[in-house]
């Protein structure tokens, strides 16, 4: 019986860790082309050199 747990511990540790792994890989790119300018961009006040702040995101809203 012990040695039941024993290797359903080990087993459980390793999927765990796994998935800890898993969560931190990634890459995500953006892609797009930028034109010449077509219209004057102000953006709430910072001029055509803007900083936009996009919110934290969970990755169940993905």
Known sequence: M???ALVAS??????VS?????ASTGTITFNGLITDNTCN???NGQGS????TLP????NQL
Do not use: E, P, R, Y
């Open 49 to 52: 050199d803007a900083i936009v």
């Open 56 to 59: 934290t995101v969970s990755a």
């Open 41 to 43: 961009v102000d953006v």
């Open 2 to 4: 012990k040695k039941s």
């Open 10 to 15: 080990i087993v459980l540790l390793m999927g």
């Open 18 to 22: 796994s998935l800890a792994n898993s």
